[in-house]
Each structure stands twice: as structure tokens, then as C-alpha cells.
Nanobody, 123 residues
């Protein structure tokens, strides 16, 4: 059984920060490529950040680069998304995802997905 459980979302004001967590079971975040996506109301799901299964190589969407940081804790088998200087346009359901190694870090063809955690940013 593979399961990804997100947590850490909440209601915040613009400029605040949140630390989102993705607890994985049934797979190792150390050997899988992990990613964060988000989906705002009425919009399609979009890529946010990803981290390689090895070497901690990361990739970010331009909209969050410099504000968000993806990381992993192998001992806890957990992936994190530190979201700083949040903006109202960051409001969305944030999803954790996992996939086996791919030639590149682009695309949304991930094998496993979590249920999501809500992030709401007010002005």
C-alpha cells in the first residue's frame, strides 16, 4: 500500500509562512522523485516544486522560486514544502506526489498522489 498524507495547511494573511508536510508510506522518499502541485478553485493543477530521489536536486515553478523551498527528511520518510511570503494567488489545495525516476523533472505524470491540504491566503 502506497499512501501520501499532506498536512500543515491553514488560513493565513499575505506575507505569512506555512510549512507543509507529506508523510509517505509504502515507498521511500529517498528512492522516489517527490513533487508538490497545487490547484486553485476553477483552475487546473499546476506544478510547484520537485526534488530528486538522489542528490537533493530541486526544481521550482517561476511563480514560487525564491519564496518556497522543498526538502526531505529521510529518517522520517517525509517531504516538506516551506512556503514563505505567501500571496493571495498562492491560495489552493496543495498536493504531494511521487514517481519513479524520470529523465527530467518536468511534467505531472506522477504515479502516486495525496489527498491534498488547503492553503488560504487573505489580503
Amino acid at each position: 500500500q502506497v499512501q501520501l498524507v499532506e498536512s500543515g495547511g491553514g488560513l493565513v494573511q499575505a506575507g505569512d509562512s506555512l510549512r507543509l508536510s507529506c508523510a509517505a508510506s509504502g515507498l521511500s522518499v529517498r528512492t522516489y522523485e517527490m513533487g508538490w502541485f497545487r490547484q486553485a478553485p476553477g483552475k487546473e493543477r499546476e506544478f510547484v516544486a520537485a526534488i530528486r530521489w538522489s542528490a537533493s536536486i530541486t526544481h521550482y515553478a517561476d511563480s514560487v522560486k525564491g519564496r518556497f523551498t522543498i526538502s526531505r527528511d529521510n529518517a522520517k520518510n517525509t517531504v516538506y514544502l516551506q512556503t514563505n511570503t505567501l500571496k493571495p494567488e498562492d491560495t489552493a489545495v496543495y498536493y504531494c506526489a511521487a514517481r519513479t525516476p524520470r529523465p527530467s523533472m518536468t511534467g505531472d505524470n506522477y504515479d502516486y498522489w495525496g489527498q491534498g491540504t488547503q492553503v488560504t491566503v487573505s489580503s
